[in-house]
């Protein structure tokens, strides 16, 4: 996607080649199609947890594939992964969740912390994370502090934070998630991991304004689907972060 197009895509203003305009209600309808996926990742999660079924589903996979480490966005559970982690593990690749994140609403140094117990607990070497949002924010502070991971893919992750998170309560997680917040002002200041993440950046986020490019990563993948939680079942993204694994393996 040329930057013409995202730019155009992002703004609502007219695409070059394209349709017309992004316009209103075409923003309103893709705003309720990402909120009807999300809803259906709250009932997976909640008939989950009703099921009793394990979080380990995955952790055994056929073939030769690189370890996947699951890290899911604010006020997620795995479940909402569920699709990408069907797709790796269908490739051959073992995918672990951990679990101590729960719907990983503490601070991102905090899961990064929970994340880190796990690898070490489960003697993971040479994992890639495969992080949606805000689990992209926390799989960087883990590869700044883990050399157990080799590299991350990350789905419409908000880098440089989301203008909306300014409207929450300062105590809200939300919160933290602001530009202007010190904790992801710090994260964004630290470099050193950045050639090892592939971002993969929605055409179009209603949740992130801003986009989810990452500046220095080694690759920005831009797809065409857009919203922020419904392309976690898209057939593109689904292929770029299986790509994505077996590249940083």
């Known amino acids: 996607m040329s930057d013409a197009v995202r730019d155009a895509a992002a703004s609502g203003g007219p695409v070059p080649g394209g349709a017309g305009p992004l316009t209103a ?10 909120y009807a ?13 009703l099921r009793r079924s394990r979080p380990d589903a995955f952790r055994v996979a056929e073939g030769p594939g690189t370890p996947v480490l699951l890290l899911p966005g604010i006020y997620e559970s795995w479940r909402f992964l569920q699709p990408l982690a069907a797709h790796l593990h269908a490739a051959g690749h073992p995918v672990h969740v951990v679990t101590e994140l729960g719907l990983n609403s503490v601070a991102v140094l ?19 994370v495969v992080a949606h949002s805000k689990g992209g924010l926390v799989g960087k502070a883990l590869m700044l502090r883990e050399e157990r991971v080799r590299g991350m ?10 203008s909306y998170a300014a409207f929450f309560p300062p105590w809200s997680p939300v919160h933290r998630l602001s530009p202007r917040h010190a904790g992801l002002l710090a994260l964004a200041r630290e470099r050193a991991v950045d050639d090892r993440i592939i971002a993969v950046v929605p055409a179009w ?19 065409a689907a857009s919203g922020h939680f419904r392309v976690l079942a898209d057939a593109e993204v689904l292929a770029e972060v299986q790509r994505g ?4 393996a």
């Open 153 to 162: 893919v990350a789905v419409a992750t908000p880098w440089a934070g989301s």
């Open 205 to 223: 986020d209603p949740h992130i304004p801003s986009g989810s490019r990452l500046p220095g990563a080694r690759r920005n993948v831009e797809v």
């Open 110 to 128: 905090d899961g990064a912390e929970r994340a880190a117990r796990y690898l070490r607990a489960a003697d993971l070497g040479d994992a890639v």
């Open 37 to 49: 996926f999300a809803a259906r990742g709250l009932a997976r999660a909640g008939a989950g947890w």
């Open 25 to 34: 209600w075409r923003q309103a309808a893709a705003w309720a199609a990402d």
């Open 245 to 248: 694994v077996v590249e940083l």
